[in-house]
């Protein structure tokens, strides 16, 4: 060490030579122009082929990416997330897509991570979408359901993608089904979607998947009767669970209730009569049989030729979703209507103008001003 770039400390003995052991190095001056070696670089944007590449090759990081990238609100990331779209179109459609619904307290986190465990032990690629709800004031959302779903989210083939509800119509993710192609096509052959479970306004759900399941509770009483009605004329089966312990009685009582009252109900999915089914999801009791019960359901669509219709269907009313979505968009955001709105509302609440003749105006400024940006 030289003495160029050292030094005794001050405590260091008047008399002490160069024999003396400890000294300090001098420090480096920071210099304040230049680019710093250490600073934290900022991650490459992929191109769409290496987007599609990854995620066709089982790239979970690339896929996380891509998802992200789909659900930005960016105008300047639309093109490339429409073409990742585009280049994976062809590999996904491969999977069993099941939508997972049912009153706040059910275990339907708990039910998703014994099914998707068991699921994984028989040799399936499992991706799970869950929906959390958001905040009605800050459009914020916890997004907690890795850390429910412990076990689940550390299994190589399993991917969990939790996404803020936004408020959408059923709970359900504005870009749902663009990231169900993307897990399709990365290679994960059954898709379980966890909703927020809010009603009637389910039916957004039950459009984008295969199999619609229901969870409920013993003893779930007659203050629930608004919403399970709604939901279980959409529903392909009705799973009590938590039928263990004290419930396992009044959840055998609400299985023969529930089964009986889906008799007389028409039945969604051509063919197929649904159900009541009795489940332990904490203690794994009844998941092999709810398999079974999906199974059989996917069999029998597929045969008589309805799985494949249902499909075409959903794929029809997708676009004419995203039409509204766009019609909706451009309508609110034109500068003709953004001005005379604020206006509008203020006529009808001062009981100036009728709701109806409000509406008919703003379209008529709409369409006269070409109805675009």
Known sequence: MSENNSYKPDWAPENAGQEFAVRVVKGKEKRESGPQKNAIKKRKQLSPEEFVNGILAGDRNILARAITLIESNSPNHYTLARNVL?????????????????VPGAGKSTLIEALGMYLLKEGHKVAVLTVDPSSSVTRGSILGD?????????EENCFIRPSPSGGTLGGVARK????MLLCEAAGYDTILIETVGVGQSEITVRSMVDFFLLVLIPGGGDELQGIKRGVMELADAVLINKADGDNEKPANIAKADYTNALHYMKPYTRGWHPKAHTASALHNKGI???WSVITEFTGHTKSEGIFEEQRKDQAVEWMLKLIEDELRGR????????????GMREDIINEKKLPAAAAEELLEIFFKSGGDL
Do not use: A, C, W
């Not at 994976?88 to 049912?102: A, E, N």
């Open 288 to 290: 092999d049989d709810l």
């Open 176 to 179: 749902s089904r663009e990231t």
């Open 86 to 102: 585009d280049g994976v179109f062809q590999h996904s459609g491969k999977s069993v897509r099941i939508g997972i619904t049912g």
């Open 331 to 342: 309508f609110y955001n034109h500068p003709e209507i953004k001005n005379f709105l604020p």
């Open 146 to 154: 890795k850390t429910r779903m412990e076990k689940l989210s550390r």
